[in-house]
């Protein structure tokens, strides 16, 4: 599926980043490789938030760096395949995002899943599960995401989710230290929760691992330039930082970030 030229389809930056974290994009791209002849879509839907979480990466790029932390992101859209999804989900293949229709994706055969999900989604959370066992003591997992100010119409008063599986402390420290530290609405599993199926990859990677985690969602007209993006991530840092030392397993020091 993809081509020599294209690459692969999942990139780890700061592989030996020294933080007891490692992050998690899994919707970094929007990318589609050609022999998808783009899904059927517009140039506009194709940039457009349903075929990646806009300026995501960039905030998770910047984290790395502030936290010397490990990130694992795809590098293929979530409409090729979601990455935040187990191969049973027909939104792994999503058909429609919100009012964008996917042609590409409608009908697809069992053979046409299997194929997508070898390609990109099987790299992915290999790649995931060899960084975190490369770490000398177990990582807190802290993914990162962005979303609309407006979902079928109606305006978002979030402004940033945190959002937990089993384990809710960092959500819950995170979310002290937002309301201490910034002018941003902040809430616990908003603007989604469990229900609306986002939490795979704290559930695999996390949860059954015993590792706490948390999924971080941003507005994203918060973050959807570079300087808007780091400026979060500055914001963002000091936060994961400190829940990562309150809840990380024993033994696991966090450290300083760098400047």
Not at 66 to 80: G, I, M, Q, T
Not at 85 to 99: G, I, L, T, Y
Not at 168 to 183: C, F, G, I, N, V
Not at 207 to 220: D, H, K, W
Request: charged content about 20%.
């Amino acid at each position: 599926m993809l081509t020599a030229a294209e690459g692969d389809a999942v990139e780890v930056i700061n592989r030996e980043g020294s933080a007891p974290v490692v992050l998690v994009c899994e919707h970094a791209s929007r990318f589609i490789p050609a022999s998808l002849q783009g899904l059927g879509l517009d140039a506009e839907a194709a940039a457009s938030h349903a075929a990646w979480d806009i300026g995501a990466r960039d905030v998770a790029v910047e984290l790395s760096r502030l936290l010397d932390a490990p990130l694992v992101a795809s590098r293929v859209s979530r409409l090729v395949y979601d990455c935040n999804r187990p191969p049973e989900a027909d939104s792994a293949f999503p058909a429609q995002s919100e009012v964008i229709e996917v042609a590409g994706n409608r009908g697809l055969t069992e053979d046409e899943k299997h194929a997508r999900t070898a390609a990109i989604y099987t790299p992915f959370k290999t790649v995931l599960a060899q960084v975190i066992a490369e770490r000398t003591a177990a990582p807190a997992l802290v993914t990162i995401h962005s979303f609309t100010p407006v979902y079928f119409g109606e305006r978002r008063a979030v402004e940033l989710g945190l959002l937990h599986d089993a384990d809710a402390r960092m959500a819950e420290w995170m979310l002290k230290q937002a309301r201490k530290t910034t002018a941003l609405r902040a809430a616990l599993n908003a603007p989604y929760d469990a229900r609306d199926g986002v939490l795979h990859t704290l559930k695999c990677h996390a949860t059954a691992a015993g590792l706490p985690s948390v999924m971080i969602e941003i507005r994203n007209d918060l973050v959807a330039t570079p300087a808007r993006a780091v400026s979060m991530a500055a914001a963002l840092a000091p936060m994961i930082e400190g829940a990562a030392g309150e809840v990380v397993s024993s033994g696991a020091q966090t450290r300083g970030m760098r400047g």
